[in-house]
């Protein structure tokens, strides 16, 4: 690291810096928006499958990566001067923690899609593999982040192309998991991140002394700063909550809505529309209930006779003109 890169340090102010925290915050508040909207699609309260969905989907890489830049950014701006190694392993003894604790609790709560390597699984590993790095020229940052980048588009080697390796983001399989975020391409976030921490070192201005005054940037900047318990915390809210609601707000309409939802989208497709669809849906769930079979569909209690003869009754809705 040269003397230019190093000598502006000390001006940087000794406390958490605000715009670090509001940025982090404002990670948060996105990912709040794309979980939430998850969980509606989870409980069949949207017709729209969330983790499906193309532009979601985008928008759930783009927080992703949002996280791990700033990951690489605070990291250099936590060790301009030295790395304290007590608050390093203490910091990161709590990330590896909660990583192993979303997998534990994802393995009960959700056992076909647990999360064995997702954000906070990568951030872990991302805070040892980045050290190395620490002390490289900021452009040679960029030159491996944008290798990172890269490699997906090269054929993997054949040793690295297998499942037990599919964190490594090399394997062609992929597994059945709710939030998957393997270090290729994904370290190389970080290394932007760290790049960008670098050229911030250089180039002082008045984004260090920036203070977060208003009430608005205060909250999303005390949620940036203790980003690990609001992640923890959020979706065992968000999901609690919906659970009361959906009790609460059970009805004629919603006790069918799950269903309705469900039966929608297995039916729209390039031939048929939604308009369609809609009246075959609608007309199962009446054949149901005229015979007595809808409170068995919910509480899917139907024996192997019901159950055909509720394929009977879809069918014929699914052929009527």
């Known amino acids: 690291m040269s003397h230019a890169e190093t000598a502006p340090t000390s001006s940087l102010p000794s406390r958490r810096i605000d715009l670090v925290d509001l940025a982090r915050g404002l990670a948060l508040l996105a990912m709040f928006v794309y979980h939430f909207a998850y969980d509606l699609s989870h409980f069949d309260l949207i017709a729209t499958n969330v983790p499906a969905h193309p532009g979601w989907s985008a928008f759930a890489r783009l927080i992703a990566g949002s996280f791990l830049t700033i990951v690489g950014f605070s990291l250099v701006l936590a060790t301009r001067r030295g790395v304290n190694l007590p608050a390093y392993f203490r910091r990161l003894a ?118 977060a005054r208003s009430l608005p940037a205060r909250v999303i900047a005390w949620g940036g700063r203790h980003s690990l318990s609001v992640y923890l915390l959020h979706q065992p809210i968000f999901i609690g909550v919906l659970l009361i609601v959906m009790r609460l707000a059970v009805g004629p309409e919603q006790e069918a809505r799950p269903f ?62």
């Not at 199962?284 to 003869?309: F, H, M």
């Open 94 to 211: 709590m990330v590896a923690g909660a990583a192993a604790l979303v997998t534990i609790a994802t393995w009960f709560a959700m056992p076909e899609s647990f999360i064995y390597f997702g954000i906070l699984h990568n951030i872990a590993l991302s805070s040892v593999l980045a050290l190395p790095f620490l002390r490289l020229p900021a452009a040679v940052l960029l030159l491996f982040s944008a290798l990172l980048f890269a490699l997906p588009l090269l054929p993997p080697p054949q040793m690295l192309d297998q499942p037990w390796l599919l964190w490594l983001g090399f394997a062609h399989l992929s597994g059945v998991t709710a939030d998957f975020v393997p270090i290729v391409p994904w370290f190389g976030c970080v290394l932007a991140g760290m790049f960008l921490g670098k050229v911030a070192l250089v180039r002082q201005g008045s984004w260090s002394h920036w203070q």
């Open 260 to 321: 309705l939802i469900s039966c929608l989208r297995s039916c729209v497709s390039a031939e048929t529309s939604l308009q369609v669809c809609e009246k075959a849906c609608n007309c199962a769930i009446d054949g149901l209930k005229r015979d007595g079979l809808w409170r068995k569909v919910l509480s899917n209690t139907l024996t192997r006779e019901e159950s055909a003869r509720t394929g009977s009754i879809a069918g014929a809705c699914f052929r009527a003109p």
